[in-house]
């Protein structure tokens, strides 16, 4: 017993800094201060190439080619308002699991409304569903003449929405990893923590296409 | 000092359910206001439209991350630990448009 108790104190040694915080929260929100510098700085570079662009097609204008062809705007906002919709609700979904985990067993956190796993899986699915928007936004744009390479505003968006879009990758595998975890041995309060380093992130996911949606998407 | 752990990790509850749901119907509301914007000639062509935009996603921003991200109620290492980062990243942004982009003094 004494063991199993000297065993544990060890345990909590391990994430416990003398800030008296969880080292693992500590790390997670310095990895997203670095995140902010790194998207901060594809902003920067779609910002400064925006409008210079010598060839369609373009954002929000259409381009004739000297050929004569014609290239309409080429960004779809209802679409992408319904993707944004979507990871919006995504992050309401990740507070409920934690929620869900954090006060696992208390009143008011019975049945599906009340279930991580509903509201982990939810969360995942709809990363998912938005990594479908993008594929298909994707596809349309190369369809429509605009790859990485066609002119600047190809690179940068590409770059920008494609590291943006391999960030959800990521946190959509982390949610089904607490997922199948949750299913396998089920997640309790004690591992609440697990599941806030993973909201802190998806989060941060969700804040950066806010800012992406408002200065890519809608001002022209 | 489990308590004082306890107390550093979480220095206030969290909001409720539903005060996460008011704060859902606020983004979506505005999302709304600023897809709805974009579909306004008159306004698209106002010197308005811009800083107007900016504002709501700020708002957007700010929302998530003091409600969601529960930077609000958390610790003040972590307030640091986000906004030191952002103040770098904003200043980065701010002089490259300065120094490469269309941004121009007078």
Partial sequence: MATAAGAHEAHEHTHYTTTGLDNRKIAIWAFIGSECMLFGSLISTYLVYKGRSVVGPLPHEAWTSPAGEVFKPILNIPVTSASTFVLLMSSLFMVLALAAVENKGKAGYEGLLGSSKFWLLATAIAGAIFLAFQAYEFTSFVHEGLTIRTNLFGTTFFTLTGFHGTHVAVGVLWLMSLFFIDLKRGLEPRDAILVDLCALYWHFVDVVWIVIFTLVYLIQ | MSIDRAHADHTHEHPTWKQYKWVALWLFLI???????????????????????????????????????????????????????????????????FLFGNVRIG
Avoid: C, N, Q
């Avoid at chain 2, 914007?37 to 504002?55: E, M, N, Q, T, W």
């Avoid at chain 2, 700020?58 to 998530?64: C, G, H, L």
């Fill in chain 2, 31 to 97: 999302t709304i206001v600023e897809v709805w914007a974009y579909y306004i000639p008159a306004f698209v062509a106002s010197p308005a439209f811009k800083p107007a935009l900016l504002l709501m996603s700020a708002i957007k921003f700010a929302v998530v991350v003091m409600y969601y991200m529960h930077l609000k109620f958390d610790h003040p290492l972590f307030r640091k630990l986000f906004i030191g980062p952002m103040i770098i990243a904003g200043a980065t942004l701010i002089a490259f448009l």
